[in-house]
C-alpha cells in the first residue's frame, strides 16, 4: 500500500521560504513519478513541481520552487523560495506508480496517489 504524508505547511510573510516534505511509504521514491500539487478553493488543482522523466515547473513557480528527493529517507521535498501572496493554497503530493493513461508531468489525472495536503498561508 502506498501512502504520502506531507508536511512542513505553515504562515509565513511575503518573500519567505518553506520546505515541504513528503514522506512515501510502500514505493521508493526514485523508481516513480512523483510531482506537488495545489489547490485554491474556487480553482483548479494547478501542478506546480514534477519528477517524471524529467524535472518539470509551472510557468508561475519558475525559479523560485525545486522539488529535491531524498532516496535514503524516501521523501520528496518542495523547497518554495520568495513566496508570493499568490502561492496560498494547500499542497499535495502525488505518486505514479501504476500505468493508466499519461496526461503530462503536471496534470493530476497522470497520478495514481495522493496525500492529505499541507496549508500554505503567505500574508503580504
Known amino acids: 500500500q502506498v501512502e504520502l504524508v506531507e508536511s512542513g505547511g505553515g504562515s509565513v510573510q511575503a518573500g519567505g521560504s518553506l520546505r515541504l516534505s513528503c514522506a512515501a511509504s510502500?514505493?521508493?521514491?526514485?523508481?516513480?513519478?512523483v510531482s506537488w500539487f495545489r489547490q485554491v478553493p474556487g480553482k483548479e488543482r494547478e501542478g506546480v513541481a514534477a519528477i517524471a522523466g524529467g524535472t518539470s515547473y509551472a510557468d508561475s513557480v519558475m525559479g523560485r520552487f525545486t522539488i529535491p528527493r531524498d532516496n535514503i529517507k524516501n521523501t520528496l521535498y518542495l523547497q518554495i523560495n520568495s513566496l508570493k501572496p499568490e502561492d496560498t493554497g494547500l499542497y499535495y503530493c502525488?505518486?505514479?506508480?501504476?500505468?493508466?493513461?499519461?496526461?503530462?508531468?503536471?496534470?493530476?489525472?497522470?497520478?495514481?496517489?495522493w496525500g492529505q495536503g499541507t496549508q500554505v498561508t503567505v500574508s503580504s
Open positions: 502525488a505518486a505514479r506508480w501504476y500505468g493508466g493513461p499519461y496526461y503530462g508531468p503536471l496534470r493530476g489525472a497522470t497520478y495514481n496517489y
Open positions: 510502500g514505493v521508493a521514491v526514485d523508481t516513480i513519478y
